[in-house]
């Protein structure tokens, strides 16, 4: 028995005896024992109890790509292109980048688990399977580099749009592309282009969307994080989120490719959470204090300074406290 095996065996929630689980698998309790530490090392909080075997806190649901076909609109169904999951990765943008010449426009690579999942600026992105959704999509464009200004902060969109979709609420937008909540990091979001500077290019974009999260990943995560289990109450199908994911990114790039950020401009200023704040914006030119007022119409950071309005388009920006 793998661990992936193993997953699924305990995927209601309800208690299963290793012994149990040994006869269906036709290997020793010690080779089950073995598969429950590896999904334990992976950050799966598998529970044990002793005789009477070993059980999840609560029930997981496994992606499944039936599923998630199912549950896209049929004009999403018909655009998209390669719609795979892998039960291990090393990372779904890597797999694309691998791949890129032979994907589709509109493919989408889903994992239950990555193991080398990666954040902004070579962070290590916590993969656990069965808890998040980690997919990353490739979009083709026929314009070049300079009409995908802004393209981040548009993913950023698409994802509230995903958990307005989805009925969740209490999440905003932290520029350039972090997704966050009161409680800390929700979603995190990376865009790589490749490609002609005057076209044409293609982007792959990397979501990872933290859908459940357990006491011990949020010690592992250095920063303070959040999941969508906490902000509904419950946690929603991992199914009907990828779904809905895919959905949003199908008909937002799309959008993005015929209208460029400006049509994003006034929903991502609903969701600003650094509009009206102390900024202090920290880059290659040094450090400049001022409030946030908005993103302009490529996506550059607005900030409104003793000496004038400045715009910002790449950078570390922290929140300054009052």
Not at 231 to 237: Q, S, T, V
Not at 244 to 258: H, S
Request: glycine fraction near 12%; include cysteine; proline fraction near 3%.
């Amino acid at each position: 028995m793998q661990a992936q095996e193993l997953l699924v065996a305990l995927a209601s929630g309800g208690m299963v005896s290793g012994a149990q689980l040994a006869e269906r698998a036709g290997v020793t309790r010690a080779a089950i024992w073995k598969q429950v530490e590896a999904l334990r090392a992976r950050g799966v909080p598998v529970q044990s109890r002793g005789t009477a075997g070993y059980c999840l806190p609560w029930p997981v649901q496994l992606l499944d790509v039936a599923t998630l076909r199912a549950a896209l609109p049929a004009g999403v169904r018909k655009r998209l292109g390669t719609l795979e999951l892998h039960w291990e990765i090393d990372s779904t943008s890597t797999e694309i980048q691998r791949r890129q010449s032979d994907l589709a426009d509109l493919s989408m690579v889903l994992a239950e688990t990555q193991t080398a999942g990666r954040g902004r600026r070579g962070r290590l992105w916590l993969s656990p399977p069965g808890l998040n959704v980690y997919l990353s999509c490739l979009k083709r464009f026929d314009a070049g580099f300079a009409a995908l200004s802004g393209l981040s902060l548009a993913v950023g969109v698409i994802v509230m749009r995903t958990l307005t979709a989805l009925g969740i609420q209490g999440a905003g937008l932290k520029w350039p592309n972090d997704v966050l909540s009161d409680g800390g990091k929700l979603a995190g979001i990376l865009v790589e282009l490749g490609g002609e500077y005057q076209g044409p290019c293609a982007a792959i974009i990397g979501v990872g969307l933290n859908v459940r999260l357990t006491a011990a990943l949020h010690e592992q995560a250095g920063q303070p994080v959040n999941d969508l289990a906490t902000l509904a109450g419950k946690a929603p199908d991992r199914n009907r989120v990828a779904a809905a994911l895919i959905a949003a990114l199908a008909d937002g790039l799309d959008q993005f490719e015929r209208e460029g950020f400006a049509a994003f401009v006034d929903e991502y200023a609903n969701y600003d959470l650094l509009r009206g704040k102390p900024l202090r914006v920290q880059g290659a030119l040094g450090t400049l204090e001022g409030i946030g007022a908005g993103v302009d119409a490529r996506g550059a950071l607005l900030v409104q300074a003793q000496d004038g309005m400045h715009r910002i388009d790449s950078a570390d920006v922290t929140v300054r406290r009052a």
